[in-house]
């Protein structure tokens, strides 16, 4: 049964940063791509970031140059670096693996204007 459980989340003000993790329980980790996506009350989930299982990084127009996606593969972990953060990135933050697709319980992110 793979788990992947996210922390980090918080509530900050405006320009402030934040730093996600999430941690995978699943075998050969280091073969995954993740992804970070967020959720914004019952809208559809809209993607974040995303990383190869060989480290390539991909961003949403909305994270690109604020947001910087990296991974871990000995502690099976990915990280999402949030910086100059904005009151329209508050959401609930879903870190992803690639196909098949496992989803963690998410983590709340809250920016105060």
């Known amino acids: 049964q793979v788990q992947l459980v996210e922390s980090g989340g918080g509530l900050v003000q405006a320009g402030d940063s934040l730093r996600l993790s999430c941690v995978a329980s699943v075998r050969n980790f280091n073969s995954y791509d993740l992804a970070w996506f967020r959720q914004v009350g019952e809208k559809e989930r809209e993607f974040v970031a995303a990383?190869?299982?060989?480290?390539?990084?991909y961003y949403a127009d909305s994270s690109e140059g604020r947001f910087t996606m990296s991974r871990d593969d000995n502690e099976n972990t990915v990280s999402l670096q949030m910086n100059s953060l904005k009151p329209e990135d508050t959401a609930v933050y879903y870190c992803?693996?690639?196909?098949?697709?496992?989803w963690g319980q998410g983590t709340q992110v809250t920016v105060s204007s």
């Open positions: 990383i190869s299982w060989s480290g390539v990084t």
């Open positions: 992803r693996t690639g196909v098949p697709y496992y």
